[in-house]
DNA sequence: CATAACACATAAAATCTCCTTATGCATAGT
DNA sequence: ACTATGCATAAGGAGATTTTATGTGTTATG
C-alpha cells in the first residue's frame, strides 16, 4: 500500500490518450476539451516524475516509460469495467426476498413458481426468518412482514390483512353435533389456548371467559402447525382464512362462522426500502405480487 | 467503452474499505476523515444502484454484489500500482543521453565505463546525433550539444569550452624544416580549408588571407576525421587540444603554437530541462560528469 | 441498568479540483 | 506563404469532495 496512485481521473484520460495518440481524439472520446486533456496529461507527468507522451507536430507518442505502462493501466481500466458490468448483471438478476414462514408457506411458496416463469433472468432467493428485516443491514431486496404497515422509510404494500377465525375438522365439528353458537367450541380443546387471537375474538363474539390471556404478540409463524393439527382433529384452532382457504374448499377445515377479528391494520405487507421502489427487478416482483393477491382475493 | 465507470476516486474508496471492513480505518488509510469515505461510498451505491455495504453495529460487510466486485477493484488497484512502481523504476534506472559525436567519440566513449561501474543500478543509453534536442519531443533524459549555452528552459552547463589551434603529424611538419610562424602552415594543404575557424585562428595571429570564408557555423561533427587526417599526413587541421590530448602526448599530432582561437561561450554543453535538475540519475550523472571534465582540465 | 466508547450517517460550509473558454504557438500541407 | 491541425497555457467558474460538527445506534463496562 505504501505506493500512492496519481489522481485516478488522470488515469482515465492517460489510457485514452495513449490508444489515440492524440490528445484531441481522446478529448473526444471522453467527452471533454483538448485543453482539459493537456492539463490531466501535465498533472499526470508531473505526479509520475517523468514525461509519459512526447509532443511531435501533429500526434503525440509515448516515451519509454509511458509505453511500458499504458497497457498495465489499460488492463486495469478493463478490470474495473468488468467488475460494473458484473455487479449491475448481479444487482439486475438477482432478487433476495426475506419472508415470514406464514405467508412463504401459505401463499408464496405454491404460486412463486409463475415468477420464475414470467421473469426467467431473475433469480429469486427467498430467506424465511421471524424478525423484522432492517435493509440497512441485512442484503435483502424486498421482506414480507407482518405488522402494522408503520415503518420508517420503507414503502410497504398490504397484501393480506390479519384476520382471524376459528377453524376445526369438519369431524369434530360433528362429534359434538355440529357448531351452533361460538360457545360450542368451547366444548373442544382450543389449539394453543394461549392464542391472543382467542380472547379478542370470543370477546367480539360476546363470549366471556377467563381462559384465555397472555401478551398479544403475534404467533402467525407458526399458524402451519396449528392449522395441521386442526386438520388432524385435534382441536379448534383460529386461523387466517385466507391462507387455508384450499382446507376449506377440500373440506378438511371448516369455518363455523364468518365472523372474524382482526385488528386494524395489521397484516402481511410487502416492504422495501422507498428509495428503490424504482428498481426494475423490485417492480417487477411488486407488480406480480399484488396481482397474485389481487387474484386470490377475486377468487373468494 | 460502452461502460461508463463510477467516480474514480469512490472506488479508490471502496478498496480500502472493503479490505478493512470499516470506513474508520479506510478513511485513516487514506487519510481523510471517516464523514468522507461515508459520503463516497453513498455516491458509490447510487451510481451501482445497489448498496454495496451493510451497516452491520460495528462494522461494515460487503453485500453480494460487493463482494463479488471487491476482489476485481483491488487487483485493478494493484495492477494499477504496479505500473506506476514499474514506472519509477524505468525512469530512476534508465538514463538516455544524446550527444554530438564529437563529444561523444573524444570525451565521453572512454570514460562512461567509469560511470557505469560507480552506478551499476543506472542503465545508460547513448544517442549520438547532430541535432540539437528538444526534450519536450525526444524522449532523452540529458543532452551534450555544442552552442553558446544560451537555450530555454534548460540548465546547461560548459563541459569543453571549443577552442581550436592548428595540428599537424610530426612528419608534415618536418617535411617543411618544422613550423616556426604561422604563415609557415600555409605552405600546407588545409584540411577543409572552408572550415571558419581557419580564418578566425590566422585573423588573430594577425595573418591576412582571402582564401578563407565560408559560414561561420560550427563543423564539430567531423573533427574526428579531420584529426584522422592529420595523424596520416594528409595536411594541417585546426582542432579542439582538449580533445586530442592524448594525440598529443602519444606525438602523432602536434600542435605548434599554444595560441587557440575561440568564440566566447561556444563550447560543448551538458544541458538538461530545468524542471527535472534535481531527479537523482539526473544528478548522479551530472556530477560524474562535471567531476570528469574537472579531472581532465586537472591533468594538462 | 446506566454510561462510556465506538462506528457510521448526515448537514452545512469551506475547499479545491477539474473543466471550459479563449488564445498562442508550432508544424504540415497546399 | 497561408491555412488547418494539434498541443500548451492562463483565467475563471462550476461542481465535486472534504472537513467540521453533530446525531443515532450498538457494544462493553462498572
Redesign the pocket.
Known sequence: MAVKLP????LR?FEA?ARH?????A?EE??????????????LEERVGTPL?L??????VLTETGQRIAPIITEAFELLRAAFVMAEDTSHNFLSITTVTTFATNFLAERIGSFQILHDDIAVRLDTSMSLV?F?REDCDLGIRSGDGQWQGVEAHLLIPAIFSPMLSPDLAQSIGGIKKPSDLLKLPLIDASDPWWKLWFDSMGVQSKEFHGNKRSRMGIQMLEARAAEAGQGVAILTPDFYRDALRRGSLVQPFNEICCDEGRGYWLVYPKARRNIPKIKKFRDWLLNEVQKHACSL
Chains 1, 2 share one sequence.
Open positions: 489522481p485516478l481521473s488522470s484520460v490518450a495518440g492524440s490528445f484531441t481524439r478529448s471522453l467527452g471533454m476539451t483538448q485543453a482539459a486533456v493537456s492539463y490531466q496529461m501535465k498533472i507522451f509532443r511531435r507536430p501533429r500526434q503525440v432492517d440497512t
